[in-house]
């Protein structure tokens, strides 16, 4: 019969391995890490975990009448428990020997796995990590909150944070409330403020202070359900009405830009791989009931993009692990952290259709743009130094690419409004240069030869029959089948 843990063990890394990806991606890192990685792959992948995704799916988040809290299917605490014990939370911000130099790139890989479950959980441990980063402003909030956030204790209970094992946020900072200093602190007011994570127990919100401009705080949620803290639903969202909420200042006044800086690009690298894992799954689903070798091409089309993205999304990870030491990297970081969040985001409705799954409404794109114009326009030489960096990552095949990148810059810079078409080259050419020093072969190959340097496509399916569907869709871990 042998070692049953020996053969769990087995089964685990076999899981992590099937996925050309992430497998390349995590290449050198600690044997404990790699270990850590195949047992989540293993989780993530088994019915238990499908199940629990389903039902915190089936059964969203409910508010019963002006109750305090939102109350949540054990589905949806399960899930959340075994994301904070992966280190999702709070794992970068730690001191893990086996993880130093890649901790943003471990994370990443991590989150890639268990983004393919139900996304909502993933975003209060999303929120809850970006969190670090507005508070590392303010050495008196880290000293308070920053144990809690650290922890990979998932606490659910409903009593005050100072009493709990671990801690999680949500940002609500989607609209700015008014904040004014009074003689018993700093209160805030605002109604039906979007909240993202109703299961948080700080939330962070961007308040507009007289005279000062924009300034972050922190609400303890449990704390302000008695003191002017209402929360709303409804079918589709969470939201919450302050009046008079009590709230800690996080920095100065009026650094609330500056601070919203540092949490954007964590978040919107988060964004791109919950994005990918959606798709992903999607992609899983739609294999395993495909009825011809003409679907699986589309879906093997599809699934080209789904794994470039994976790579871009790795690859901007560890440009966050460089960048104090490498100002090429932290520009990397700087640029391509919304460039990947623009891609992801304009592939998830088709590739969704492609599966038969419901499309969700695709996120407008301004925000992202307006900031890669600004890049372009204020860092040039910070755009030219990533640019080589890519080209030069692409070998051979860069120089081409390296001219129309460049002649895309120049025309984004003389009318932002082409600015998206710079956007889509550099994603193709950076996802294009990662696949290839992380998974050579079939992706790498079909990738590069469809997207880089052709015309623009606007369906799947159009895949030429000289790349094996089959090999395409197994090398991305989808689904152990071959094409006829």
Not at 64 to 79: E, N, S, V
Not at 234 to 252: E, N
Not at 302 to 323: E, N
Request: negative net charge; aromatic residues 4%.
């Amino acid at each position: 019969m042998g070692n049953p843990l020996a053969n769990e063990t087995a089964q685990a890394i076999n899981a992590f391995s099937r996925n050309a990806v992430l497998n390349g991606a995590a290449h050198g890192l600690a044997g404990p890490v790699l270990a850590d990685l195949a047992e989540l792959t293993s989780y993530s992948e088994a019915r238990q975990a499908k199940e629990l995704a389903r039902l915190a799916t089936l059964f969203p988040p409910r508010l019963d009448g002006d109750a305090p809290a939102f109350d949540f299917h054990p589905a949806f605490h399960a899930l959340a428990r075994r994301g904070v014990a992966a280190g999702l939370a709070g794992s970068v911000w730690g001191n893990e020997a086996d993880e130093a130099g890649a901790r943003h790139l471990i994370r990443a890989l991590k989150l890639a796995t268990l983004a393919t479950l139900e996304p909502t959980h993933i975003t209060l441990l999303s929120h809850t990590h970006a969190s670090m980063a507005a508070l590392m402003n303010d050495s008196d909030s880290l000293g308070r909150w920053a144990a809690g956030l650290m922890s990979k204790q998932y606490d659910t209970a409903a009593r005050p944070v100072g009493e709990k094992q671990g801690l999680t946020v949500a940002l609500a900072v989607d609209v700015a409330v008014e904040a004014k200093n009074t003689s018993d602190g700093w209160k805030l007011n605002g109604r039906n403020l979007p909240l993202p994570a109703p299961a948080a127990d700080l939330i962070i919100v961007r308040g507009v202070t007289e005279g000062r401009g924009e300034t972050c705080f922190v609400v303890e949620r449990h704390q302000a359900a008695s003191q002017g803290l209402y929360l709303s639903s409804t079918a589709a969202s969470a939201a919450c009405d302050l009046v008079d909420v009590p709230a800690q200042l996080v920095g100065r006044p009026g650094s609330g830009t500056d601070v919203m800086a540092e949490l954007t690009t964590l978040l919107r690298l988060d964004r791109t791989l919950i994005e990918a894992g959606t798709m992903k799954a999607a992609i899983t689903r739609a294999v395993e009931n495909a009825i011809d070798t003409t679907q699986l091409r589309a879906l093997a089309d599809a699934a080209l993009d789904v794994a470039a993205v994976h790579a871009l999304a790795l690859r901007l990870a560890a440009s966050f692990d460089r960048a104090a030491d490498d100002p090429v990297e932290a520009g990397y970081a700087r640029l391509i952290a919304p460039v990947a969040a623009f891609w992801s985001g304009r592939l998830l409705a088709p590739v969704l259709a492609e599966c038969g799954q419901p499309t969700e409404a695709a996120r407008v794109p301004y925000a992202l743009c307006e900031d890669v114009v600004q890049i372009t326009r204020r860092g040039p030489r910070t755009v030219d130094r990533v640019v080589d960096r890519v080209a030069q990552d692409l070998g051979p095949s860069g120089e081409g690419t390296l001219n129309v990148l460049r002649s895309s810059r120049e025309m984004a810079v003389a009318d932002p409004g082409s600015i998206r078409m710079f956007m889509e080259q550099l994603a193709f050419a950076a996802a294009a240069a990662e696949l290839q020093r992380i998974a050579p072969g079939i992706l790498s190959e079909a990738f590069a030869e469809t997207r880089l340097g052709r015309p623009w496509r606007s369906a799947y399916g159009m895949l030429d029959a000289r790349h094996d569907a089959g090999a395409v869709l197994e090398a991305l871990g989808c689904a152990p089948i071959h094409s006829d």
